[in-house]
């Protein structure tokens, strides 16, 4: 267990819906990260928080958004599903904004059907 | 973030040595080179870093050449868990950029 939590593990959804993937960082961490990992793209960066506040994004497409809350957990909401969202989806979390260490979650696996 | 290049594949015997190499010839003053790693179905792990001395830790050694422009991996005796993709990362600062993930090399190891 590396201490970030994401949930839920494995989602089937259709085309044309919306998903909510959730993520806790490592107790203390204030930065979360999201990356994409289809076997085409490997992993791409999405997007960063920390304490809060938006930091750096990515490739992140418009039908996709996050937000980090108060108790520093986050979300990455996908809408407007295609097939092509179908993938891996990895939350990380690091100390502070860089962090020499990120540690990441065993992901959450989106099938778009 | 500047580029690496890493050998798409490699193989490696069990309880042998293991040297993943990566090459940066566009490496900057301020990159520390990362190296991650990702065990079948779960997600990358971070294994060490360095800027310009070679640094050990519990899982492995980092050999980072004279002039920077390349670095080595080195598993001391590789085991069927070390069977992933590794990762070289140059990050500017050491801390300030994100983390940006090439193809890496998937290692192999035999029994």
């Known amino acids: 267990d590396s201490g970030v939590t994401q949930t839920p593990k494995h989602l089937i959804t259709a085309t044309g819906q919306r998903v909510t993937l959730r993520c806790s960082p490592r107790s203390g961490d204030l930065s979360v990260y999201w990356y994409q990992q289809s076997l085409d793209q490997g992993l791409q960066f999405l997007i960063q928080?920390?304490?809060?506040?938006?930091?750096a994004k990515g490739n992140i497409l418009e039908r996709f958004s996050a937000q980090q809350f108060p108790d520093l957990h986050s979300e990455l909401n996908l809408s407007s599903l295609e097939l092509g969202d179908s993938a891996l989806y990895f939350c990380a979390s690091s100390l502070t904004t860089g962090g020499y260490g990120y540690t990441f979650g065993s992901g959450t696996r989106l099938t778009v059907v | 973030d500047a580029k690496t290049t890493q050998p798409n594949s490699m193989e490696s015997n069990e309880e042998e040595p293991v040297h993943l190499p990566c090459n940066h010839s566009t490496i900057s003053g301020t990159d520390y080179i990362h190296w991650y790693r990702q065990l079948p179905s779960q997600g990358p792990e971070y294994v060490i870093h360095g800027l310009t001395s070679n640094v050990n830790n519990r899982m492995a050694s980092l050999a980072i050449a004279e002039d920077r422009k390349s670095s080595t991996l080195i598993l001391h005796r590789a085991t069927l868990r070390d069977a992933a993709v590794y990762y070289c990362i140059l990050r500017y600062g050491g801390s300030q950029g994100n983390l940006i993930f090439g193809k890496g090399t998937k290692l192999s190891v035999k029994p």
């Open positions: 928080y920390y304490n809060g506040e938006e930091r």
